[in-house]
Nanobody, 119 residues
Framework: QVQLVESGGGLVQPGGSLRLSCAAS????????MAWYRQAPGKQRELVAV???????NYSDSVKGRFTISRDNAKNTVYLQMNSLKPEDTAVYHC?????????????WGQGTQVAVSS
């Protein structure tokens, strides 16, 4: 079973940047598509960005052009660079496998990392 530990969240002003990291244990990391998800209060979890095992990426329309997902298979880590942050980006951010759309099963969810965008 893969364990996921997210970090890098915090409070930032609108227009600011943050870089999130997700460290995964286990050997299954490199073979899986990896994704970042977020859940805002009172809303369902949504897919933000995905990176396949081959490095192809896909983004939700709400973050396209502002967020960049990347991975380092040697470190079993996936990153999310977030620029031009907006208040509507405020949420708890989680990483996990890409899920059924990418032929993966989700692992147990980690604690996530809180991102708050406010002036």
């Amino acid at each position: 079973q893969v364990q996921l530990v997210e970090s890098g969240g915090g409070l930032v002003q609108p227009g600011g940047s943050l870089r999130l990291s997700c460290a995964a244990s286990g050997s299954a990391f490199s073979a899986n598509a990896m994704a970042w998800y977020r859940q805002a209060p009172g809303k369902q979890r949504e897919l933000v960005a995905v990176i396949t095992s081959g490095g192809s990426t896909n983004y939700s329309d709400s973050v396209k052009g502002r967020f960049t997902i990347s991975r380092d298979n040697a470190k079993n880590t996936v990153y999310l660079q977030m620029n031009s942050l907006k208040p509507e980006d405020t949420a708890v951010y989680h990483c996990n496998a890409g899920g059924p759309l990418y032929g993966n099963k989700w692992w147990d969810w980690g604690q996530g990392t809180q991102v708050a965008v406010s002036s």
